[in-house]
């Protein structure tokens, strides 16, 4: 595992996906599962497990364990799943829960050919960026497609520096466990709840419109919704405390320094950070006085998080977080807007893109899925929000939201022109 690897907390990541098959579900399953044997050759750590090595650190140990696979089936049709509500509906039913292993898949036969594919990933070993890239080589090799993209593992691309540089800045966003207050029972501990919304086109693009006002420059539609949705999480405070948004941020693109025209293509492949499997990811983020983010225009809170976003998104931020987390081991680590330090820390939220889940790729034989989304409770009391594509492939987002019920309450009144529980009908199911 990389150093950026052991900034993970032992999470897994959810995703499930709906279909309507025409073909009998016995030779749907066989189709799945003889693919998904062949995938986990070039996608071998998925068929391994994690164990602690000698210094207590997470280790992959690529044994060959397999996969676990559940065929399950519901007496329910695609469109009665309430996936506006997934922990009720999606969570433990269609998404299974994993308790060993790296990967664990369900697939569920539904009533009149509905299908839903449920994937569980352990995060210390994928990123989502990584679990795009098997989802799309799973449904490739399902329909005897060569796979558009193989996964490197090869860890020495993110090797620390020697000696290590150590910068003070990066104590701002992470931080040691070890460290972390002892007096964790006595926070409030209010269960986090997700949601699923929908934002049409026309909303982004005024979102974007509204953000980008008094010459500034154009913001992009993510830093725009990241703005609309800190100003709403804002609403919450009566001014006293701050008010936390972090953006998750993709490494590959600033990392990747290969010339590729001086290499193979096969070589290429080896050596781009386009095709690393593993966690390149680092959570920048801002802090504001709540009762200052209300008063403030869209455009301003729009700059606020376009510039502390941009310390994230160059090498050598990256570089010097693989140095820290050199220095700290074998100490683990966690980024610091996950952990809430104390009971006055402030309101804090997550959003991370998911703007690449290739849901149109993700077709296995049978047609394209009607629907698909991340489920990622996270835990803790850090709210999450990741914006996807939507199946209608017509400009709206899907939202999955992760958050206490104090923040859904003011995103359902505050932000309800915006966000809109998304229903069957929306769907077209």
Known sequence: MSNLDLLL???????????????????SLNILKKSLAEALG?????????????LSEPELLCNNRGVDFIHAHANVELKDIDLYHPDESVERKFVPLKKQGVLIVQVTEL??????IGCKFDH??????SINMFLTAWAEIAQSKPISSLPSFRRSMLN???PPIMNNYYNKLFVPISTLPQHKSNLPTNPLISRVYYIEAKDIAHLQSKSSLNGIPKRSKLVSFTAFLWKIIAECEDGSNTCKMGVVVDGRNRIDKVNINKLTLSSAMKFSMQNYFGNVLSIPYGEANSSELKEMPLSRVAEMVYEFTCPGMTEEHFRG???????????????????????????AVVVSSGQRFPIDSIDFGWGKPLFGSYHFPWGGQTGYVMPMPSTRKNGDWIVYMHLLQKHLDLVETKGRN???PLTSSYLNL
């Open 9 to 27: 907390p032992p999470l897994d990541i959810g995703v499930f996906i709906c279909y309507k098959s025409s073909l009998p579900l016995d030779e």
């Open 111 to 116: 009533r009149s050919g509905g299908l839903v």
């Open 321 to 347: 977080l693989i140095d820290w987390v050199e220095l700290h081991r074998p100490k683990p680590a966690v980024a610091k807007i996950y952990a809430k330090m104390d009971e006055n820390d402030g309101e």
């Open 418 to 420: 915006v966000f809109k």
């Open 124 to 129: 210390r070993i994928a990123d989502a960026y």
């Open 42 to 54: 070039p996608f071998y750590p998925l068929a391994g497990e994690i164990v602690q090595n000698n």
């Open 160 to 162: 620390p520096r020697h």
